[in-house]
């Protein structure tokens, strides 16, 4: 049974930092592409960051510069390091695991960052 469990979230004043993990079982993680998604009261969910299985990485816009996104293939878990949090930054955060080429694809349950403005 595939797990993504995600962890870290919190109430972080704005300009503080957390640290998000997702840490994974039932799956090869080193195969797999890793993504942090979030999802704001009243909005769609949108793509924070990836990490393909080479370590590639890619940014949303709204995050570069002050979120980093990191794996450790030993310890099967996903990291997002989130510094000059934001109030905007405000959402729950899920963890998304793809197997590229094959169709399999999941999602943790999410955990809750706020941002108090």
């Known amino acids: 049974q595939v797990q993504l469990v995600e962890s870290g979230g919190g109430l972080v004043q704005a300009g503080g930092s957390l640290r998000l993990s997702c840490a994974a079982s039932?799956?090869?993680?080193?195969?797999?592409?890793m993504a942090w998604y979030r999802q704001a009261p009243g909005k769609q969910r949108e793509v924070v960051a990836d990490i393909d299985r080479s370590d590639s990485v890619n940014y949303a816009d709204a995050v570069k510069g002050r979120f980093t996104i990191s794996r450790d293939n030993a310890k099967n878990t996903s990291y997002l390091q989130m510094n000059s949090l934001k109030p905007e930054d405000t959402a729950v955060y899920y963890c998304?695991?793809?197997?590229?080429?094959?169709?399999?694809?999941?999602w943790g349950k999410g955990t809750l960052l706020t941002v108090p403005s």
């Open positions: 998304y695991a793809r197997l590229r080429g094959v169709g399999a694809d999941y």
């Open positions: 039932g799956i090869i993680f080193r195969f797999y592409d």
